[in-house]
């Protein structure tokens, strides 16, 4: 059974900076790809950003390209999102999910979210 | 790519067929390995989404046989054959073809 666990999320001011953090367990973390996607208030899933089972490559939506950096850790089984100059069109939950293979772009689990919420 | 899904929303009776549409702007079928790039999704209240079908036919472990996948290219449907209360949900489409991973805007299924 697949776990992830996001974390980190709260309540920000425009402009400033996030880091979520998705703890991953039972499975082996560094064999996968591993996505962010979000979902604002009310609305539908928005993919976000996903990153190789080594690093090596990372791809991001057009809304947060330049913004936003996706990294991992294959030490600590740890996924991360670095969020800067976030906007109040940030605000969502944001999930983390695990690729189907090393470098693919099909999800297969997510877990439960954290709630971003940019506002001043 | 862009993916619209039709229609937004969606009530069908108990035992009744279920069917949700996706059309994306560019074919989704790749020539090399004759796959059509395409998810479908389910998402009830307070959860992640959970995946249903992927290669645009092929079931997940354990989703009900009642759950199916077809189309190719660009269009592409969900079909529910005989509605249970669990099924009720927002079901999405997703192309995982290049990035950046696009999904529908999503169809909310209810009970008539």
């Known amino acids: 059974q697949v776990h992830l666990v996001a974390s980190g999320g709260g309540v920000v001011q425009p402009g400033t900076s996030l880091r979520l953090s998705c703890a991953a367990s039972d499975f082996t973390f560094s064999d996968y790809s591993m996505h962010w996607v979000r979902q604002a208030p009310g609305k539908g899933l928005e993919w976000v950003a996903v990153i190789s089972f080594d690093g090596s490559n990372e791809h991001y939506a057009d809304s947060v390209r330049g913004r936003f950096t996706i990294s991992r850790d294959n030490s600590k089984n740890t996924l991360y999102l670095q969020m800067n100059s976030l906007r109040t069109e940030d605000t969502a939950v944001y999930y983390c999910g695990r690729g189907t293979g090393s470098g693919s772009f099909l999800c297969n689990y997510w877990g439960q979210g954290t709630l971003v919420t940019v506002s001043s | 790519i862009v993916m619209i899904q039709s229609p937004d929303s969606l009530a069908v009776s108990l035992g009744e067929r279920a069917t949700i549409n996706c059309k994306s702007s560019?074919?989704?079928?790749?020539?090399?390995?004759?796959?059509?790039?395409l998810a479908w999704y389910q998402q009830k209240p307070g959860q992640p989404p959970k995946l249903l079908i992927y290669w645009a036919s092929a079931r997940e472990s354990g989703v009900p046989d009642r759950v199916s996948g077809s189309g190719s290219g660009t269009d592409f449907t969900l079909t529910i054959s005989s509605l249970q209360a669990e099924d009720v949900a927002v079901y999405y489409c997703?192309?995982?073809?290049?990035?950046?991973?696009?999904f529908g805007q999503g169809t909310r299924l209810e009970i008539k």
């Open positions: 560019q074919s989704l079928l790749s020539t090399s390995s004759s796959k059509n790039f």
């Open positions: 997703q192309q995982y073809y290049n990035s950046p991973i696009t």
